[in-house]
Nanobody, 119 residues
Framework: VQLQASGGGLVQAGGSLGLSCTAS????????MAWYRQAPGKQRELVAS????????NYHDSVRGRFTISRDNTKNTVYLQMASLKAEDTGVYYC?????????????WGQGTQVTVSS
């Protein structure tokens, strides 16, 4: 199983950017999907998550109201739409997928995509 993230780049503060992450390979039982980010010198933190059905989402307080997470289960893809970006949103963004049945359930991580917000 591989997760391929894309969509990062350089954007000015106040701008928008969209990320996507697609899972490929022998995938069974996809559960939750999420986006994390890691800023230079800081620990990786959860940005947003979405349940398997797509009806339940959670956001870090700092991005709530500005970011939107969604998923397309037919494409094994999770998206993160980011608006009103701030300099503090800069970092490497990683997607994570929880998948597998019962005792074989585990997390899979994408390679990360850089988001840089210039002030």
């Amino acid at each position: 199983v591989q997760l391929q993230a894309s969509g990062g780049g350089l954007v000015q503060a106040g701008g928008s950017l969209g990320l996507s992450c697609t899972a490929s390979g022998r995938i069974v039982g996809i559960n939750s999907m999420a986006w994390y980010r890691q800023a230079p010198g800081k620990q990786r933190e959860l940005v947003a998550s979405i349940a398997a059905s797509g009806t339940t989402t959670n956001y870090h307080d700092s991005v709530r109201g500005r970011f939107t997470i969604s998923r397309d289960n037919t494409k094994n893809t999770v998206y993160l739409q980011m608006a009103s970006l701030k300099a503090e949103d800069t970092g490497v963004y990683y997607c994570k997928m929880n998948a597998g049945w019962s005792a074989l359930r585990r997390d899979y991580w994408g390679q990360g995509t850089q988001v840089t917000v210039s002030s």
